[in-house]
């Protein structure tokens, strides 16, 4: 079921960053009073790391309990672990180092100095989403994170679904590896839409006058082919996080400029 995606539209990118981490620690809350524990997908990216970021510096964030939130991704650059350019090296400088969580409950797709070729990789994390899923009780081949999170590229990919690629055209498998991505590095993991759309909400972020454009397309009726950002969307919610650069091609009869 698709949701209609809200637009909420902030004066820059510090701010959207703020007010995404205030948002980001309501919902782990209240997730871990309507069901025991949380479990949100986080994105990689500069507007994604920026969210950690301020996630980390914002005294709100002990409201969290730590230790009842299961940290997943919706997509990884196929890398050495501990490589400066891998989605989870950067999670972890941003927040995850600086949070109690134990190693279990963060999820990190897996790296390429690791036993598996990209293609088994991808099945390695669809497997772990999929005893996940089951555990807690969901019929499904993911877990219905409370959460998913994506930056949104400049030319409207989201986690490592790029237009025109075979992996924004794939309906069965949940995980998948990417070969030859337009953005390097070239080899990724990423989650499918069709897992992406498990997620109980789904935030997508863009701040930037070089985002302007891919925002524009994706919000005007643009097939997920062409732009994979059309594709993304919650059970529950599907919301627009964006800055007035980002935002800049909409009319803006489209958004709000609220923070509730
Ligand atoms: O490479 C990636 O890029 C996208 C978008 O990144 P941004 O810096 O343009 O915001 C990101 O969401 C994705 O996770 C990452 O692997």
Known sequence: MSTTPELVVHQDKAEMAGAAAARLITLIVEAQAEHGSASIALTGGRNGNGLLAALAEEPGRDAIDWGRLEIWWSDER?????????NA??????????V????????EMPASDGPYEPDAAAQ???AELADAASRAGSHGAVPAFDVLLLGVGPDTHVASLFPELPG?????????AVHGAPKPPPTRL???LPAIRA???VWLLAAGEDKAEAVR??????????APAAGAYGTRRTLWLLDTDAASKLPPEMYRTDVA
């Open 190 to 192: 990423s989650l499918t």
């Open 100 to 107: 109690p969580l134990d190693p279990g409950q963060v999820h």
């Open 124 to 126: 390695v994390y669809a």
């Open 78 to 86: 196929y890398l050495p672990d501990g490589d400066p350019e891998r």
């Open 89 to 98: 090296t950067q999670a972890r400088e941003a927040l995850l180092a600086r």
């Open 168 to 176: 924004v055209r794939e309906q069965d498998r949940s995980v998948i």
């Open 199 to 201: 997620a109980r909400e």
């Open 217 to 226: 397309i994706a919000l005007s009726g643009t097939g997920e082919l062409q």
